[in-house]
């Protein structure tokens, strides 16, 4: 069992940069694969990323392809979201979360057992 907690969230002028953090207890973090989601105001959780196992796989949606780069580091049972060249529409509290099926690349919400509390990014305009 792995406990999700993010970081990195903020206020960012559109076309900057962010950088998310996901740290996660557990001996077993090298086990799970790992997703990114967000929520904006008034809409459904939405996948954004997702790594599996090694950091050898990834997968990511559309809208954020190119800009966007999620990794890992299994020593520090981290994960990571690079996010560049932000747009107002990317405004969302962010979600990191675990699956146990460390090989797979779930894109939905049902996919992952496991949730962090969230941070919140704000790109303006």
């Known amino acids: 069992q792995v406990q999700p907690v993010e970081s990195g969230g903020g206020l960012v002028q559109a076309g900057g940069s962010l950088r998310l953090s996901c740290a996660a207890s557990g001996r077993t973090f090298s086990n799970y694969a790992m997703g990114w989601f967000r929520q904006a105001p008034g809409k459904e959780r939405e996948f954004v990323a997702a790594?599996?196992?090694?950091?050898?796989?990834?997968y990511y949606t559309d809208s954020v392809k190119g800009r966007f780069t999620i990794s890992r580091d299994n020593a520090k049972n981290t994960v990571y979201l690079q996010m560049n060249s932000l747009k107002p529409e990317d405004t969302a509290v962010y979600y990191c979360a675990a699956c146990a099926a460390g090989s797979t690349l779930g894109t939905t919400p049902s996919h992952y057992a496991y949730w962090g509390q969230g941070t919140q990014v704000i790109v303006s305009s």
């Open positions: 790594i599996d196992w090694s950091g050898g796989r990834t």
